[in-house]
């Protein structure tokens, strides 16, 4: 596993929105679902990820609900809320753009 | 969500920080457990476990810690997003904010005003050390309370009761002060040695007395408050050791008080020791009496020692008549503050806080007039997701914008109106223990008060807001239907409440207004037009000659009465409308004595023309009237009646003791001759119904302590001017202290009703106008949504008549209503307020009548204005709006 990537400014809310997209998740399960789906590339600890998580949450974009695991722990599970919903958009839309013309810049330097 | 659940919702939120911080913890536990259990499932012992995790991470608590800064962040971030939003919305209805801001500043500033006041006055504690330990002590005679204490009995208390550390007399003065120029006059307080022992005061420079100092020959020793020292010393620290000249003798300044305490708010600008004679009188009762408790004597003790040593005191002076004497000893800050002044406070702080609340309910209304309105952009926000906490923290942050900005403007006016406040009260009107500033605790008030006017007026539109269904809202397309009728009928009912309230107000004003007018109006007993009068401050501590007295009172008459201008001139021992001087027990001859007293005031005979007291039997006394000759009362109108219905008074007789000229004790008792009976000068205040007085003549009755009294024509400023100048011809060193025409006296008599009867009304005119502003606010905005259904009505007949009859009926009704409810409470508060009024019933039928006819006229005006506006609807126009 190589060095984890340093995460871009703001992007980490827009790794959370998209990973809680499909359905609630706690924070373990929101930090494992981004280092695997990044294959370890982006690893979340808990000093980034519970601000993020909180800071979302004020924001209106996250809920966060009490519920229980499979081992009978009591977890938080966080799931996006309507208004949430509509900011993940405009980020995804957003980040496409960024992307697209870094691209750009970079298909121009080859 | 019910609006009740919201508010406990809200609520909740603040209160559950507690709760907040525990999930908190759990969760990032939580967390970590994760974690350290799969290292475990891999075989680590859990010790390894542990300690690899917390390797991995950074420690429990600074996790914590980050997630309340980036929680912190985010939420100055959305107030400054809320507050930038707010401060948007409202530069974009400029008329709307001024008068919301206009309408905060006002009822804040009245509030800051009238509660530095009531804080001054009646909350903010005292700065004696222990003033629960000062007490005031009075001769009890039978059948009253509290009476003036005599210099023997003062003597005897200090000497023999236990119960006190310390016990002063004093007495008030004024002392001609002499330092090179004009003379000025100083106020004194004559008091004795332990004086200031028992307020626990210090001097900030030198001393104050010594305990000896009060005996003859030490006397000669002055203290000067800081104002004095400031103003006239130039606040120099070389005048401890000075010699000033007053009343002609010289006084060494042995300290100076400190500053802005009660000693530079009260009325002596300097004080120096009383010498009471060894064998001071027991008959005359010019001291009052303050004393410190002992350490651990309960006040009841010390009454009990008093009671018992003041009757010990009257059985052994028999021939003093004081049998039944005895004493009463009251708590020092209970006596400061009278229960007149206490209800007007009360009266005034509650007008304010209605006043707040007026305007409250008025911008509620027209804030939820704004949200439904604005219901389209709200349920566009809320469609989008906006929450709806977010919603109405939106709206409050916008109302909070709102009553902060006025409370700004608010401190700013409420200072105006204090320093008015201040200006007009007679400087003496406040106990000098009442330190009243609009300071950190006036503003901790106004800052408190800002906040819940802000909820107050922000919460109900932000909750019908947030509680109106998006989808509804947007259907309707902004107009609003059978949905707001609940608003409409909620803002109905916050009209009628202001009504209510606004009324109430306006009938307490109008009665204080119309028992002023009477005062005002009431036969004084004299013409006190073209009358100037002052004092003549004269040395209480020597021992006058009666001839000596005679001749400088004929010299200065003579001297006053030989200027251009003035027409007569007098002296007398009390000017009108200052209180008789002296009050004495009188019996008639050859009847049982009874608790009796009349007025006794020494004059010169031009005094009754120069007031022009009306003759009604008799004469009045003249320059015949001396030394030698038979003793002659002339007895006023009020004694008649209240002693001689239907008798004939001239030439009765009424036995009463003989003033000394020292005036500090009684002589002989004299029968003293009717002569005549003059008209009633009213002297104990314009409000008193019977003012029994009688006159005696200064030749035979030579005592210190005059005023001089003259009628003249022209600038009564100049009359004083010149009467000053005559004054000085006589003596040099003679001062005419506090000169002022009689109106001005009579002016002064009344401020203490003036005051709060200007201020309630102008409180109550300001309720009016918020309660209508309210009234026009809501019609004009129900009638402006109603134009399509007026516009309807005519094309299908109804005449501009019919089209105001339906807007007018509509709008009168919570008016009627307020009107109604308004009518019971004023009924209430006037009970409250009968003791303040002068001959005015509570039930005043023309107060009552005016203020309703004025309230009901301005009510229609701002319902007609909208309804007038709304019937000259062109139909077509209207209906091509849909």
Redesign the interface.
């Known amino acids: 596993m190589s060095k984890p990537a340093e995460l871009l400014q703001g992007t980490l809310d827009l790794l959370i929105l998209r990973t809680v997209e499909h359905g609630p998740l706690?924070?373990?399960g929101i930090s494992d679902r981004i280092e695997q789906v990044t294959n370890g590339v982006f690893v979340v600890?808990?000093?980034?990820?519970?601000?993020?998580l909180?800071?979302l949450a004020?924001?209106?974009w996250l809920e966060g609900e009490w519920g229980t695991?499979e081992?009978g722990?009591?977890?938080?599970f966080y799931s996006l809320?309507?208004?949430?919903?509509?900011?993940l958009t405009v980020e995804k839309r957003n980040w496409r753009k960024v992307f697209t013309a870094v691209n750009q810049v970079l298909a121009e330097e080859s | 969500m019910s609006w009740t659940s919201r508010t406990r919702a809200l609520l909740s939120g603040l209160l559950r920080r507690r709760q907040v911080e525990d999930d908190l913890d759990e969760e990032v536990r939580t967390y970590f457990e994760i974690h350290v259990e799969r290292r475990m499932g891999k075989g680590q012992s859990r010790e390894a476990a542990l300690r690899a995790t917390r390797l991995e991470y950074e420690g429990l608590e600074q996790v914590k810690e980050k997630v309340r800064d980036a929680r912190m962040g985010s939420s100055i971030e959305t107030l400054l997003q809320d507050l930038r939003y707010a401060a948007r919305v409202l530069r974009k209805s400029p008329g709307f904010t001024f008068f919301a801001v206009l309408t905060i500043a006002l009822a804040l500033g009245a509030n800051a005003a009238i509660f530095s006041l009531v804080d001054g006055v009646l909350l903010k504690p005292s700065s004696y050390p222990e003033p629960e330990r000062i007490v005031q002590i009075w001769e009890k005679p039978p059948g009253y309370q509290r009476n003036g204490v005599s210099g023997g009995n003062f003597r005897d208390w200090a000497k023999q009761s236990h119960s006190f550390e310390a016990m002063a007399a004093l007495t008030d003065g004024s002392m001609s002060f002499t330092g090179g120029g004009e003379p000025r006059s100083l106020h004194a307080q004559t008091v004795s040695a332990p004086y200031f022992d028992v307020f626990g005061a210090r001097a900030a420079l030198g001393r104050t007395f010594a305990r000896e100092e009060d005996e003859p020959g030490k006397d000669k020793v002055v203290v000067l408050t800081n104002r004095l020292w400031q103003g006239v010393f130039g606040g120099e620290p070389g005048v401890v050791g000075r010699q000033v000249s007053l009343n002609g003798s010289s006084y060494t300044v042995i300290g100076v008080l400190p500053g802005g305490t009660e000693y530079d708010r009260g009325w002596p600008d300097l004080f120096v020791p009383l010498v009471l004679a060894p064998d001071a009188a027991r008959n005359y009762h010019y001291l009052r009496v303050v004393a410190r408790l002992r350490a651990g004597v309960s006040i009841e003790q010390a009454r009990s020692e008093m009671e018992t040593l003041a009757t010990h005191i009257a059985d052994l002076y028999p021939a003093v008549g004081k049998t039944g004497w005895s004493a009463t000893v009251d708590r020092y800050l209970d006596r400061l503050v009278g229960q007149q002044m206490r209800s007007t406070l009360v009266i005034l702080m509650s007008a304010v806080l209605a006043v707040l609340l007026i305007g409250c309910a008025n911008l509620a209304n027209l804030l939820m007039a704004r949200s439904t309105l604005r219901s389209r952009e709200i349920a566009l926000r809320m469609a989008l997701g906006a929450g709806r906490g977010r919603m109405v923290r939106m709206l409050l942050t916008e109302s909070l914008l709102l009553s902060s900005v006025g409370a700004l403007l608010g401190v700013g006016l409420g200072a105006g109106l204090l320093r008015w406040i201040q200006s007009v009260l007679p400087p003496y009107y406040f106990p000098n223990e009442s330190s009243i500033a609009l300071d950190g605790r006036v503003l901790l008030f106004l800052a408190a008060a800002t906040v819940l006017t802000g909820m107050a007026f922000g919460l109900a539109p932000a909750i019908q807001a947030a509680r109106g269904s998006a989808a509804e809202a947007l259907k309707e397309g902004g107009r609003g239907g059978s949905a707001s009728r609940g608003k409409f009928l909620a803002r109905q009912w916050f009209v009628a409440v202001q009504v209510a309230m606004a009324f109430i107000l306006l009938t307490g004003g109008g009665l204080l207004m119309r028992s002023l007018h009477r005062l005002l109006n009431v036969d004084v007993g004299f013409d006190e037009t073209g009358v100037v009068a002052g004092y003549l401050p004269q040395d209480r501590q020597g021992k006058p000659e009666a001839e000596q007295l005679i001749r400088y009172a004929n010299q200065l008459v003579e001297e006053a009465r030989s200027l251009p201008g003035i027409q007569e001139a007098a002296l007398a021992s009390a000017l009108p409308l200052q209180g008789w001087g002296d009050g004495m027990p009188f019996h008639f001859p050859g009847k049982a004595r009874e608790n009796r007293s009349i007025g006794f005031k020494v004059v010169t005979p031009g005094y009754f023309p120069a007031l022009r007291l009306r003759l009604i039997a008799g004469r009045v006394l003249t320059e015949q009237d001396v030394a030698g000759g038979p003793p002659v009362i002339v007895v006023n109108d009020s004694f008649v009646r209240s002693y001689m219905k239907g008798q004939n008074p001239i030439g009765q007789r009424i036995v009463a003791n003989r003033l000394l000229p020292s005036r500090r004790e009684i002589g002989e008792e004299v029968s003293w001759e009717i002569v005549g009976v003059v008209s009633s000068e009213k002297s104990n205040g314009l409000d008193t119904a019977t003012d029994d007085g009688c006159y005696a003549a200064f030749a035979q009755v030579p005592v210190i302590g005059l005023g001089v009294v003259a009628r003249g024509s022209g600038d009564p400023s100049a009359l004083i001017k010149s009467l000053q100048a005559a004054v000085w011809r006589v003596d040099r060193n003679q001062v005419l202290d506090r000169p002022m025409t009689v109106a001005q006296m009579k002016e002064e008599t009344v401020m203490d009703r003036r005051l709060p009867a200007l201020l309630l009304g102008g409180f109550a005119v300001l309720a009016l106008l918020l309660a209508c502003a309210g009234i026009y606010g809501v019609l004009s905005f129900v009638t402006a949504r109603r134009t399509q259904e007026m516009g309807i009505r005519a094309a299908m007949g109804a005449t501009r008549g019919d089209l105001m009859r339906l807007v007018v009926g509509g709008g009168s009704l919570p008016v009627l209503a307020g009107l109604g409810a308004g009518f019971v409470g004023a009924l209430a508060l006037a009970r409250f307020l009968q003791s303040m009024l002068f001959a005015t019933s509570a039930m005043d039928a023309l107060t009552l009548f005016s203020v309703s006819a004025l309230f009901l006229s301005v009510a229609m005006a701002a319902c007609i204005l909208p309804a007038w506006r709304a019937a000259r609807v062109d139909p077509m126009s209207a209906l091509r709006q849909e």
Not at chain 1, 45 to 52: D, K, V
């Open positions: 706690h924070g373990v600890g808990p000093g980034s990820l519970f601000p993020a909180h800071r004020d924001k209106g695991l081992s722990r009591r977890a938080k809320t309507p208004e949430g919903r509509a900011q």
